[in-house]
Structures are given as C-alpha cells and as structure tokens.
C-alpha cells in the first residue's frame, strides 16, 4: 500500500495536472519566475531627484556667472566721445545741506520732504515738494558713490569732495539736458525725447556716528501720466479697446521713441534696459482741443532710468551674463528688439481681449504684427525700424466699416474685436490651447 502510494506521488510531480488551478500551477511549474525589476515608483522618484539637482546646478551656474562678471556690468561707462559733442551744464547750488524736516529729509528748505515712492539696490526715489517752483518733484538719491568719475570741469564746483558720481546722472545731463530754472512750459522733456533733470547736487550730511558723509542726488520732474503700465490699465478700464484701434492712436509715439532711441545709438551708445516703467507718459499742457479727460491721444512718451547706458563697445555686451539674460550681441539692434516688444506689450496689457491679441500676433493678422515679426526676420536700427513702421501703420476705418452692416459680425461673434475674414475664431481653440498661447507670446514679448 505504502508503495502504491510513492509511486502515484512521483507520476503527480512527472505530470502536470490539467485542473486548471493556478496555484497548483505556481507551485509546481518547472519553470523558475522572473526576476523582478525596480518598482515605477522607485524609477519616478529617482528621476525627480535628478530633475531638480539638474535645474538647482543650472540655477548656481546662472548664478555664479552672474556674480562673476558683476564687476564688468557695472563697468564705468566712456562718456569721452559723447563730451566732445554736449557740454555738462553745472547747477544752481552744486552742494546743498540735507536736513531733518518735520516728515523726512529736506535740502536747504527748498526741496520738502513729502512721501516715498521706490527703493532699489542703489538708491532711493522720493517725492518733494519745490518751494522755488511751486511745483512737486522727484530726487533720486544714490547711496553709494560708484560708477564714473567726475569730470575734471566740474570738481571745482563741487570742492574736490567727491571725485565719482552716478552713471545716470551724467547720461541723463548728456542725452536730457538741465530744464532752465525760469521755465514755464514744463514741457518735460518731450522735445529730446528723455525725462530732463530739474537739478542735481551733493548732499552734506553726517551720519550716525558723527562722520560727515556726501551723498549723491538727482531732481527731475514728478510725471502725473506714469509709466506705461500706467497708461494701459487705465484705457484697459476706460472702454473695450481692440489692438487696432490702440496701434492707430500710439503708433506716433512709438515712432517718436525709436527717434530718440537714434539719438542715443548716433552717439553709439545703448539704453540696455528698455522696458515699460522706463517710459513715462507727459500730458500735453497745449491742448486746444475739447477733450473730456478721458482723450489719451495728446501725450508725448519720454524715455527714463538711464542708469544702464552703456557705450556700445562697453566690455559687458561681449560677457556670458549678457548672453545668458537672452540679449543680443548688437546693443543698438537689441534696444530697438525691447523697444518693439514694449510697445506690443502695452497694446496686449490695453486691450479688452487679450486672447484675441494673441492668436492674431501668432497668425500675423493684423498690420502691428508685422512689426515683431518682420523685426525677428530681418533686424534694423531705430531708423530703419522708424521708417518700417510708417510703412506699415494700419489705416482708420471708413464709417462704412465703423458702422457694420447687419450679418457682418466677426466669426467668433465678438464684435468689434480687430478679427479679419482670415482670423481664427476663438470658439474653436480649446481653453488648453489658449493658455498654452498665451505663455508662449509672453516668453516671445519678454524684455
């Protein structure tokens, strides 16, 4: 019996049973199961890991350049050809006392204390009140003393205190020049194109412990328009605008910057920081026309911030941090690149629709496209970019077309939106797709 038994158990280990069972089948397949691999979590973490020390060493590197070259990027600029062609007008009081009034610092009792507007690395800006002029304006102050040196002409004016002075304030007397002390019409810098300066001196203070310090500081007009941004939050509120309509009201002016843009390239050097809040928005005080308030037409635009004039052949336009903050090698043709971009980027932050801006900036379908586009295709200069622009300047619509006719309504049913009979409606673009362009027209417009 028992050897019946033994042998029936050896035939059951000889043949696979056919029952179907599969753990009779796991237990007893002659075949040995893989290995396993490494779990997909495991393979998931290991690849996050690796993503973000990648973009943590890319981000030191970035960094480490950028504290390298430090040194170059704020380079003294060579003012020597400009000096031949301006002459540095001296101020009124070249030093003035700064004392403690009753909200903050004042100069002389003249310029008045009144409130804080920014601070950045280098200084401060703050608004004051002129009791000479009657009038409010702006002083910059610098607190550290880097940068140029202080022209040899005017050291006796300033009693040898200080032999450097700020980048800005020497472009800005160049490009700007010194507003007349007697002048009425506060025109605000709308013939050269730049904020003038109002004035400028050095400042005897003492500090904290008893030691007298001097401190740079620099007077220009406070400009009630703002900047840019200003200007398209405001008409962004006022009514619907389309980017057609913006283009043909501001084209001028954005012709009126490339022109003094050019003068500032004709004495080769560049702006190196072209961008809204450098560009200030001057009402015109001759208006004759019967405006409400609400008409934005009669402004002048002004270039501002000339901190970062550089010369053209300055050693830093040739660095690895120049490069690496996405700039072209050429400063001159990469000013006019900020310049453009800063102007689409006003008409995109102005208009009611800005998805509408955006897929006709992609599909070049509208006349002020062709000015980014036929720009990346084909760079220029501020004056052949000038003349580009009047070639290209869209023209007013006709009553016929102000006032459409029934069943002439745009595609996409958004009436009024700039749209041509080419334009892609924006009911077929998925909300996916629509934010996806609109991240990649920032990145295309960024300055």
């Known amino acids: 019996m028992a050897a019946a038994t033994m042998h029936a158990w050896q035939r059951s280990r000889s043949t696979p049973r056919s029952t179907g069972s599969k753990s009779f089948l796991r237990t007893y397949s002659p075949i040995r199961p893989r290995r396993r691999g490494y779990p997909r979590s495991l393979l998931l973490r290991i690849l996050a890991v690796a993503t973000v020390v990648t973009l943590c060493l890319f981000a030191l590197r970035r960094e480490l350049v950028r504290i390298y070259y430090l040194p170059v990027r704020w380079a003294p600029t060579d003012f020597a050809g400009a000096a031949a062609l301006a002459e540095l007008p001296l101020p009124p009081a070249p030093i003035r006392t700064l004392g403690r009034g009753d909200l903050g610092h004042d100069f002389d009792g003249r310029y008045v204390y009144m409130r804080e507007l920014a601070k950045g690395g280098e200084g401060t800006a703050r608004l004051y009140e002129d009791r000479v002029t009657a009038r409010t304006v702006v ?24 032999d450097q002075w700020p980048t800005e304030i020497q472009a800005t007397l160049l490009f700007a020049g010194l507003e007349p002390a007697n002048s009425t019409e506060r025109a605000h810098g709308t013939a050269s194109g730049f904020l003038p300066v ?64 050019d003068k500032l390239h004709s004495w ?75 102007y689409l980027q006003f008409l995109r932050a102005a208009s009611a629709d800005q998805s509408r801006f955006n897929v006709d900036f992609s599909m070049s379908a509208q006349p002020w496209t062709r000015l980014y586009w036929d720009f990346m295709s084909e760079p220029t200069s501020a004056t052949g970019m000038r003349e580009r622009s009047v070639s290209t300047r869209s023209k007013p619509k006709s009553k016929l077309e102000l006032d459409p006719q029934p069943g002439s309504e745009s595609i996409d049913g958004d009436a009024g939106a700039g749209a041509g009979a080419d334009a892609i409606p924006l009911t077929s673009l998925s909300s996916y797709r629509l934010r996806s362009l609109a991240n990649t027209v920032t990145r295309q417009l960024a300055c």
């Open 139 to 162: 002083i910059k102050s610098w607190d550290r003393q880097r940068n140029n040196a202080l022209p040899a002409e005017l050291r006796p004016a300033f009693d040898g205190v200080a």
């Open 198 to 261: 109002v004035d400028y001196f050095l400042a005897k203070s003492t500090n904290w412990r008893g030691v007298p310090s001097h401190t740079w500081h620099m007077v220009t007009p406070y400009v009630d328009g703002g900047t840019l941004e200003h200007l398209a939050r405001r008409l962004r509120h006022e009514r619907a605008f389309t980017a057609e309509e913006l283009d043909l009201r501001f084209r001028q002016r954005f012709e009126d910057m490339l022109v003094a843009l």
């Open 268 to 342: 080769l050097f560049c702006h190196d920081d072209l961008k809204g809040p450098n560009i200030f928005v001057v009402a015109s005080h001759d208006n004759n026309s019967t405006s409400d308030g609400d008409d934005h037409d009669d402004v002048s635009w002004v270039l501002a911030d000339l901190a970062h004039v550089r010369q053209k052949q300055h050693p830093y336009h040739v660095t690895a941090s120049w490069t690496m903050r996405r700039q072209w090698p050429d400063c001159r043709i990469n000013d006019v690149r900020h310049l453009v971009n800063t």
